[in-house]
């Protein structure tokens, strides 16, 4: 096993967020906690159970990928990734609620956003029920947007995995998506997006670092410098601008006084962080403990109330919203939703992934779902390696942002946009490595 393979990453990082749940900054209650640290003992174990089946289980598919299959795929790139850019300017101007193309105005909102993140923030969450009747593009748009999602966020993959064997022109294009895409979200004030694009960056290196630790030493170990290098620089630049967006959106300032509270949980004096860390990062930890922790806070309230079944639409909020356009009350039997009644907003407060999956198989069922996670996400990094899969290298990059999200919520199930996009790409990785590849 590689030195740093993902099971030994987010094994480390998934331990890291439950002790910080029960030694951080934040008194967080648990409640039925014989229950709730066995299932999440459990649930640990299975995706290490699920890794270990991956190589020792198969259901065929093994077919290397081709120089021909690249530049089959690069063909009907190009034309997507123009389409995609479109789309991306044109979900801006909705974005910010513009019943019309005024470029000049978008500019100036975006420079606001940027220079005034809290604010943007603020107006932003205010304006996000918008009929989309009033903005550009209307309903139509709205609906195009959801076909659109299949093929999204996959494209704005394949443009960075390949913009090196990209003709000049659609360089340019990808660049510009990218950049987009970055500036999409810092002005609104929110730092995912920017977060989901590094990510992309940090992924697809590491598939190449960790193809090159059988090669010359020498030429390994640069490597490897390089790839913790950038992992480091990645992590400052994230937490940097996670700190500013924080500070900017005001509350996490006042963190020190007495009616500061997630959810009615407020800050523990006496945490063992605060005495480790210099006073210079408490208001950094307390905002990032807010971040990875409070989901679990969430699952143990959901252990408060009785399952309700929701039958394979529970996992996603992406689902539920648009189902809830036709079914107004679809979402309350979801365990988000229910504990509202303790005071844990549906929206606002995370839940982890597993009390998403809950929904449908309840916590007993996570199990299963954890070591089938395991399993798939060990199918995926394989075929990465072995076959130079670039769909497979694509659902790498989906697993590790479900695995970095997976003490806060399900991040994949949370919008269409990543929803629709990820199904397409597991079944274009599953029919690519049969050589079933469909023309889209």
């Not at 000049?104 to 940027?114: A, N, S």
């Not at 999602?149 to 995995?161: A, H």
């Not at 408490?282 to 252990?303: I, K, R």
């Amino acid at each position: 096993m590689h030195k740093l393979s993902p099971i030994k990453i987010f094994l480390v990082y998934w331990v890291f967020s439950l002790v910080l749940y029960a030694f951080g900054p934040f008194a967080w209650v648990t409640y039925k906690p014989l229950l709730f640290w066995s299932l999440n003992i459990l649930f640990l174990l299975a995706f290490c159970l699920g890794w270990r089946l991956s190589d020792r289980v198969s259901f065929g598919g093994g077919a290397a990928w081709t120089d021909q299959d690249t530049a089959s795929l690069i063909r009907r790139l190009g034309p997507m990734l123009c389409i995609n850019l479109i789309f991306e300017v044109l979900n801006l101007f909705r974005i910010f609620a513009f019943s019309s193309f005024d470029f000049v105005g978008l500019i100036k909102r975006v420079i606001y956003g940027i220079s005034n993140m809290g604010d943007s923030y603020n107006s932003f969450q205010e304006s996000i029920n918008v009929s989309s009747a009033g903005v550009v593009g209307g309903k139509l748009v709205s609906l195009f947007n959801y076909v659109w999602d299949i093929w999204g966020y996959s494209t704005l993959l394949f443009g960075v995995l390949l913009f090196k064997k990209l003709k000049a022109h659609f360089k340019v294009v990808a660049a510009a998506t990218v950049l987009l895409e970055v500036v999409a979200y810092l002005s609104r004030g929110t730092n995912i997006g920017v977060f989901r694009v590094i990510l992309i960056f940090l992924v697809f290196y590491y598939i190449k670092h960790v193809k090159t630790s059988t090669a010359i030493i020498a030429v390994h170990k640069r490597r490897k410098t390089k790839l913790i290098f950038l992992a480091v620089a990645a992590a400052v630049i994230v937490i940097g601008l996670f700190d500013k967006i924080m500070k900017s959106r005001g509350g996490i300032s006042y963190w020190q006084m007495g009616f500061y509270n997630i959810g009615g949980i407020h800050i523990n004096p006496n945490s063992v962080f605060f005495k480790i860390l210099p006073s210079g990062f408490h208001q950094l930890l307390v905002s990032l403990s807010g971040y990875l922790s409070q989901g679990y806070y969430g699952m143990s309230l959901s252990m408060r109330v009785p399952f309700k079944p929701m039958w394979g639409i529970g996992y996603s909020m992406a689902i539920q919203n648009v189902l809830k356009q036709f079914l107004p009350t679809i979402a309350n039997a979801s365990y988000q939703v229910r504990i509202e009644q303790f005071g844990w907003d549906s929206y606002t407060q995370w839940h982890t992934m597993y009390s998403w999956f809950a929904n449908d198989v309840t916590y007993y069922g996570v199990i299963a779902v954890m070591l089938l996670f395991g399993f798939i996400f060990h199918k995926a990094y394989n075929d990465s390696l072995k076959l130079n899969n670039p769909f497979a290298k694509a659902m790498l990059y989906y697993f590790f942002l479900m695995a970095i999200f997976l003490p806060c919520n399900n991040q994949i199930g949370q919008t269409t946009y990543m929803l629709f996009s990820f199904f397409y790409v597991f079944i274009k990785w599953q029919l690519s490595k049969r050589k079933m590849c469909l023309r889209i």
